[in-house]
C-alpha cells in the first residue's frame, strides 16, 4: 500500500467559549484563546490518501482531482474565514483543533473515491498538531 | 476516527555513548565521535501524542496548559541544559542514545492523568528522528 500526501495552508480566526461555562470559568479553562475578539493561525493541513497504484497510470490517485476537492472544500470554505461564524459544521462546537479535524476528516472523507483517506493532520503552529485517523472503534461523539 | 493531538517542546542537552565495561577502543569503534569523553550536545526537539475522547464542553483531548505542565515537571525540568549521563537517574544504568532516552522520557510521561500518552517521537538533528509508541491502544 501507498500513502499519498498533500499539504495546504489557510489562516483563520477562531476563540473558545463555551455559554454554558461562567465567564471565570471560560477564562480559566481556555486562556487567552477566550478573548471575544478571536486571533487566528496559519494552519497547515496535510490529507494522506492510501490505496494502490493503478497500474495504467501509476498513480493511487489523481494529485489535481485532489487538489482541486481540497481548494473547493477547505479553501474556499475557510482560508481568510472566522471559524466560529463561517463554518456551519463547528456551530455548537468550540473550535478547536482537535475539533477542526474532525470536521475536515467528515467532509473530505466521503469525496475521496480513489483510494481511501488515511490520515488527517492538522496543524495550528508548528508545535501543536492534531492527527485524525480511520479506526474501527466507533467515533462515539 | 481516532484522533491524536501532537505538541512540541525542545531541550538542548548533552550526553556521551559509551559503556564503562568496554575499552576504550571499542567504544570508539561502536559509538564513534558519539563517544567523545568530554560528552557533546543536541538541541533536541520532543513530540508527545495523546489521545482520548474529545470532551464536547472545551472541543479538547486535554488541555494543554495540564499537557504543559506536565511535561514541564516530568521531563524538562530535568532533561533541559542536563548532562543525561549523570543528571538523569535512568541512564545511569544505560546509553542515552536517543532510542533510550525516548523510552525513558516515555515512561516519565505514561501517568499523565488525563489524557492517554499515545507515544514520542524525538528528533536529535534535523537528519535523525525516533518514535516510541505505546505497547497498545486504549
Redesign the interface.
Known amino acids: 500500500m501507498i500513502r499519498v500526501t498533500r499539504k495546504l495552508e489557510f489562516s483563520a480566526a477562531h476563540f ?1 467559549h ?1 455559554p ?2 461562567s465567564a471565570e470559568e471560560n477564562r480559566r ?3 487567552k484563546c477566550n478573548n471575544p475578539h478571536g486571533h487566528g493561525h496559519n494552519y497547515v493541513l496535510e490529507v494522506t490518501v492510501a490505496g494502490e497504484p493503478d497500474p495504467k497510470t501509476g498513480m493511487v490517485l489523481d494529485l489535481k482531482e485532489l487538489k482541486e476537492i481540497l481548494d473547493r472544500e477547505v479553501t474556499q470554505r475557510m482560508d481568510h474565514r472566522h471559524l466560529n461564524y463561517e463554518v456551519p459544521e463547528l456551530a455548537g ?7 477542526l ?2 470536521v475536515l ?1 467528515r467532509i473530505l472523507e466521503p469525496k475521496i473515491h480513489q483510494g481511501r483517506l488515511d490520515r488527517i493532520r492538522l496543524y495550528e503552529s ?10 474501527s ?1 466507533k ?3 | 476516527m481516532k484522533l491524536s493531538l501532537w505538541r512540541r517542546y525542545s531541550f538542548p542537552a548533552s550526553h556521551r555513548l559509551f559503556r564503562a565495561e568496554w575499552s576504550g577502543e571499542e567504544n570508539e569503534r561502536i559509538f564513534g565521535k558519539c563517544a567523545n569523553p568530554y560528552s557533546h550536545g543536541h538541541n533536541y526537539a520532543l513530540e508527545v501524542a495523546v489521545t482520548g475522547p474529545v470532551d464536547p464542553a472545551t472541543g479538547m483531548i486535554a488541555n494543554l496548559a495540564d499537557l504543559d505542565s506536565f511535561v514541564q515537571q516530568k521531563v524538562l525540568d530535568a532533561f533541559d541544559h542536563a548532562y543525561m549521563n549523570e543528571q538523569i537517574p535512568e541512564f545511569r544504568e544505560c546509553v542515552p542514545t536517543t532510542e533510550n532516552v525516548c523510552r525513558v522520557i516515555f515512561q516519565r510521561l505514561a501517568g499523565f492523568p488525563h489524557a492517554h500518552i499515545e507515544g514520542v517521537r524525538i528528533e536529535e538533528t534535523g537528519k535523525n528522528s525516533f518514535e516510541y509508541a505505546a505497547p497498545s491502544n486504549p
Open positions: 473558545y463555551n454554558d461555562f479553562v481556555f486562556g462546537k468550540i473550535p478547536t483543533c482537535e475539533e479535524a474532525k476528516w508548528p508545535d501543536l498538531f492534531v492527527d485524525c485517523t480511520a479506526d472503534a467515533d462515539a461523539r
